[in-house]
């Protein structure tokens, strides 16, 4: 096969909440296929569950962007590479040890007894959202109403962020992924953080940011580039997922009538569900690394600098991994999904999402028993890119 007739890598989703379908077709072929990005570049596309989880654990692959061949998936990411001299590689961009270095730092503070102690603080502002709602009176359009606040307003207060710049760091955090304007947003968000951080450096708060500022950047552990690609890595992961999930996830449910009147019968089943609509949704669609030696997976040789896309969403809709994983199922209590990833990278935030998922699901199915789309399911536009969500969900009750 040549490089021109290799398929093109599927990132288009048919139905917002579901995978992109190309993905099946690739993963009855084998668990590793070969794709070729929008540039033609070819890459390894793996979708096989086993493979997933044994390549994210292998230290033989890295998440250094800098490499030549990491995968790239749109011209903008060019330029963003080019201007990383502006700020500093962290964390998900990272390879041990460094990485680890860097995690520890940050560990403690979305450890599950801290994240405990937020769930009082996330049950007001979902409240508050519910108040929103119901003052306003339907339609109301979900995400900008309910699912966007929540993670907002939960990472702003954990991180010592100004809610009130929400506007802004919502709008570059979701235009980050423009293949045309992602360049200009990912700069905005890293100028507009590197003023916060020099304005905490002044007048200190009690945020994450502020401790990261007072033990880290103080005593030379991290220098002020990285500080500040902390705060945009933590901003970004920590809403712009968990609100689409969130969105997602309700859109998922609406169009799953059964399922939806199981889980309103028996809210005990909330945390298996938030696990089930993870799986279901598979928010992050693929992870992007490069190979840094040769590994020899699922029948074929993967070379030292070859680029590679682990497809979460494929993985999770896999056959070897669950029975009839195109149905939506509340009741199947199995957490060995990899919609947070796998291995030394896997989702830092996965306790504060769940808490903030259980919370946010369990509180709208409450507060609205007649909750139902304001629109033809078809007419709600989904977003691109690979990180899956919906522009506006229009619903009512
Ligand atoms: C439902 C919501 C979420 C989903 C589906 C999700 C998904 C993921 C995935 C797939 C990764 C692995 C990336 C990789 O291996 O390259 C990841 C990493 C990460 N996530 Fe999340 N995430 C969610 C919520 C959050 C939240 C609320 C935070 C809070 C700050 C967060 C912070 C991070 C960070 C910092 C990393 C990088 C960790 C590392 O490299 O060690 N995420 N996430």
Redesign the pocket.
């Known amino acids: 096969m040549t490089q021109t007739d290799l398929p093109e890598f599927p990132v288009t989703r048919g139905c917002p909440y579901r995978p992109p379908s190309g993905y099946q077709e690739l993963r009855e072929q084998g668990p590793v296929s070969r794709v070729r990005m929008f540039d033609g570049t070819p890459v390894w596309l793996v979708t096989g569950y086993d493979e997933v989880r044994s390549l ?1 654990a292998d230290p033989r692959l890295s ?1 250094d962007r800098s490499h030549d061949n990491f995968p790239i998936f749109f011209p903008a990411q060019q330029a963003i590479q080019r201007a990383r001299d502006s700020f500093a590689a962290v ?4 390879d041990p040890p460094e ?1 680890g270095r ?2 520890r730092m ?1 560990i403690p503070s ?1 450890a599950v007894r801290r994240i405990a102690a937020l769930k009082p603080g996330i049950q007001r502002i979902v409240d508050s959202r519910i108040a929103a709602m119901r003052e306003h009176g339907g339609p109301v359009d979900l995400v900008r109403t309910y699912a966007l606040p929540i ?1 907002s307003m ?2 702003c207060e ?2 010592g962020v100004p809610y009130a710049d929400h506007e802004f760091f919502e709008e570059q955090a979701r235009l980050r992924l423009d293949p045309e304007k992602g360049h200009e947003a990912i700069m905005k968000l890293y100028r507009y953080l590197d003023e916060l951080v020099a304005h905490k450096e002044k007048s200190p708060g009690d945020g994450l940011l502020d401790d990261l500022i007072a033990e880290q950047l103080a005593e030379g552990k991290l220098d002020r580039r990285e500080v500040v690609s902390f705060a945009v ?3 970004i ?3 712009d ?2 609100a ?2 969130i969105s997602l996830g309700t859109f998922a449910l609406l169009e799953n009538p059964a399922q939806l009147a199981a889980l309103r019968a028996d809210p005990s089943k909330i945390p298996d569900a938030v696990e089930e609509l ?1 799986r279901y949704v ?3 669609s693929a ?3 490069v190979a840094v030696a040769d590994i020899e997976v699922g029948g074929e040789t993967i070379h030292a600098g070859d680029g590679l896309l ?1 497809a ?1 969403a494929a993985a999770n809709h896999s056959d070897e991994f669950v029975q009839r994983p195109a149905e939506l199922d509340v009741d199947r209590a199995d957490r060995h999904h ?13 306790n ?3 808490a ?2 259980e919370i946010a699901f369990g509180s709208l199915l409450a507060a609205f028993p007649d909750l139902r789309l304001a629109v033809p399911a078809d007419e709600v536009e989904p977003r691109s890119g690979l990180v899956a969500g919906v522009v506006d969900l229009p619903v009512t009750w």
Do not use: D, K, W
């Open positions: 994210l998440s964390l998900i961009a990272t990485h860097q995690r940050v979305f993670p939960v990472i954990l991180l890595v933590l901003l992961a920590g809403h997922t968990t689409n999930v993870l598979s928010l992050v992870l992007p690394r682990i979460l990899v919609a947070f990833g796998y291995g030394v990278h896997q989702c830092l935030g996965q504060l999402a769940r903030e998922l």
